[in-house]
Each structure stands twice: as C-alpha cells, then as structure tokens.
T-cell receptor, first 115, second 116 residues
Framework: DTGVSQNPRHKITKRGQNVTFRCDPI?????LYWYRQTLGQGPEFLTY????????KSRLLSDRFSAERPKGSFSTLEIQRTEQGDSAMYLC?????????????FGSGTRLTVV | AQTVTQSQPEMSVQEAETVTLSCTYD???????LFWYKQPPSRQMILVIR??????QNATENRFSVNFQKAAKSFSLKISDSQLGDAAMYFC?????????????FGQGTRLTINP
C-alpha cells in the first residue's frame, strides 16, 4: 500500500468546463475527506465520507460541486461549469475508523487551474 | 465555529538553531486535539506532532516539541537543531473530540526557511 493516491496531479481547464478528480484512499481506511487549499492558505474542509455515506458537507461545496464514494472505496470530486475561483489544490485524506485523532493520511493533491 | 490563527506568514532560522512557530485557536469545547502538519513544496502533508487537550504534559517528538497553553488557547511548535529538510509550510490544526467531529480546521500556515 503506497498511501493516498490522487489523480490527476495537475489539471488545466477552460472556464465553464466540467472536471473530475479521483482519490484512492488507503484500502483499510473507511473515512475519506476532501479539502481545498488556495495559494498561501491552509486547507479548507469540503466534505467527509464514512464508507459510502457522505456525512458532512461544507457550505463551500456549492451546487456545482458533487462528491461520491461508490462502494466505500475510491472517491470522485466533480466540479461543473468551472470558474476561475475554483483554481486551487484539492486534497484528499483518509483514516481508519479506529485510532482517535491519529491516522489522517493525505494525498499529494490535484492542482486545478481554470483559465 | 472553531478558528485557528497563525500570525507568522514566514519565518527563517539558521541551520542548527531553534525556531518557534506560533498558533492560537478559538473554541468553546473543553476537549479537542491540536496538530502541527508539515507540507514540503509539492509534497503531501505529513503529521509532525499532536496534543490532546486533556493532557497537561506537552508533546515531544524528537527535535519537535509544543508549548500548549490551554487557558490562553495557544499551541506553539518549537523546532530544535533545525535542518535543511525542515524547510516547508507548517500548518496548525484543530479537531474536536466529540463523536462526529471529523474535520480538521487549519490555520493559514507559516513558511519556514532554513538558512545554511
């Protein structure tokens, strides 16, 4: 197991296009998180899954954003009708159900540039 | 809502010296976790050290230690014997203790430069 994998690493898209990112968590981790990080800022929480259930969504997650985690394995984050303000690093993290506050493992992120 | 503030956008230190990064937070909860994460350029975020609020003893991990002042809601990170590999963005983060509290709340980050 090589950790949390995110694809693609970089994505450049034209304004108005749809994009989809993928996150493959550590296999035994049932909890998965998406964060957004803009340049020079700390990550901001977007959404959280426990297995396949999406249990929490931030108000940052507008109706143009949708996240899924079918079968509780990998997750996808889709942004429809992208805007320049969506340009950011999108981070995925996972952790097991046991272990308290330990065990958040982050991926290397997908950097989105909207032109 | 909880907030985390890092008032030092950038810090620099000479190699082998000691540096302290500051973090303050605001919460109405009595039990929680605090973290310092390191994010090297173009690399994934990794945990440096964590502190449970109910523990009075400050956490230590090798060259990294914290000064946790619960009443002041302050959580600073001290890096001793700084090494070139310590250069990175450092983020302070908070997480509630209650069941269901899942998300990490991050500060704005401090960019640490190590001068050889």
């Amino acid at each position: 197991d090589t950790g949390v994998s995110q694809n693609p690493r970089h994505k450049i898209t034209k304004r108005g296009q749809n994009v989809t990112f993928r996150c493959d968590p550590i296999s035994e981790h049932n909890r998965l998180y998406w964060y957004r990080q803009t340049l020079g800022q700390g990550p901001e929480f977007l959404t959280y899954f426990q297995n396949e259930a999406q249990l929490e969504k931030s108000r940052l997650l507008s109706d143009r954003f949708s996240a899924e985690r079918p079968k509780g394995s990998f997750s996808t984050l889709e942004i429809q009708r992208t805007e320049q303000g969506d340009s950011a690093m999108y981070l995925c993290a996972s952790r097991p159900s046991q272990g308290g506050a330990l065990g958040y493992t982050f991926g290397s992120g997908t950097r989105l540039t909207v032109v | 809502a909880q907030t985390v503030t890092q008032s030092q956008p950038e810090m620099s230190v000479q190699e082998a010296e000691t540096v302290t990064l500051s973090c303050t937070y605001d919460t109405s909860e009595s039990d929680y976790y605090l973290f310092w994460y390191k994010q090297p350029p173009s690399r994934q975020m990794i945990l440096v050290i964590r502190q449970e609020a109910y523990k009075q003893q400050n956490a230590t991990e090798n060259r990294f230690s914290v000064n946790f002042q619960k009443a002041a809601k302050s959580f600073s990170l001290k890096i001793s014997d700084s090494q070139l590999g310590d250069a990175a963005m450092y983020f302070c983060a908070y997480r509630g203790y209650r069941q269901g509290a899942q998300k990490l709340v991050f500060g704005q980050g401090t960019r640490l430069t190590i001068n050889p």
